[in-house]
């Protein structure tokens, strides 16, 4: 028995075949329709889904906002920091020597807020912006507490007073407002 050599083998190249590459993509599954309506374009993304699913639906202005409130923590908090007698002064229309230390602190902390109110500008995740949204809403709504309580130990409130109160209270909404819509899970079309 003569023993015929073999012909040499030939690598099949199925990335050019196309037909070879659709069949091959039909039996893992990939590249149709799921029951959600998603084509995957690999078995890893139906395994683990598509990452459009996480992706953060915010709402308009939401970015805006916390722009204009890191940019009003920032300038408040250096306000308070380097010119304490002035800011009391201005809010309590009479400078309170004895609350200087209490101002400066004050500034401290409204500090340490607007460097949350920065990060929470430039991140993409939906929990961190969540929690920014409510560090702001408990900062509104105890400065207007804190505030309130002042006015009635006082006796009165100066304009800029009430109007501070006006805001904090507005500022609240706003903030509590976009912390609400964030929140909500998106309606499947």
């Excluded at 015929?4 to 190249?13: S, T």
């Excluded at 659709?22 to 078995?43: A, C, P």
């Excluded at 961190?128 to 560090?135: A, D, F, P, V």
């Amino acid at each position: 028995m003569a023993s015929k050599p073999h012909p040499p083998l030939m690598k099949k190249h199925s990335q050019t075949d196309l037909v070879s590459r659709l069949k091959t993509r039909k039996i893992l599954g990939v590249g149709g329709e799921d029951d959600d309506g998603e084509v995957h374009r690999s078995k890893i993304s139906q395994m683990l889904g598509n990452e459009i699913k996480f992706a953060v639906r915010e709402p308009m202005g939401l970015r805006v906002w916390i722009l204009i409130s890191a940019v009003m923590f920032t300038v408040m908090a250096l306000m308070a920091l380097a010119f304490p007698g002035q800011l009391s002064e201005m809010v309590f229309e009479e400078e309170l020597s004895s609350s200087i230390i209490s101002i400066r602190l004050y500034g401290g902390a409204l500090l340490s807020i607007s460097l949350i109110m920065w990060n929470g500008l430039y991140t993409a995740e939906k929990v961190i912006i969540q929690w920014t949204l409510l560090t702001e809403a408990c900062y509104f709504t105890v400065q207007f507490l804190v505030m309130t309580a002042t006015f009635i130990e006082m006796g009165s409130a100066s304009n800029s007073g009430i109007l501070l109160l006006l805001s904090r209270v507005l500022f609240l909404i706003i903030t509590l407002c976009y912390y609400y819509h964030l929140g909500r899970r998106p309606k499947k079309i």
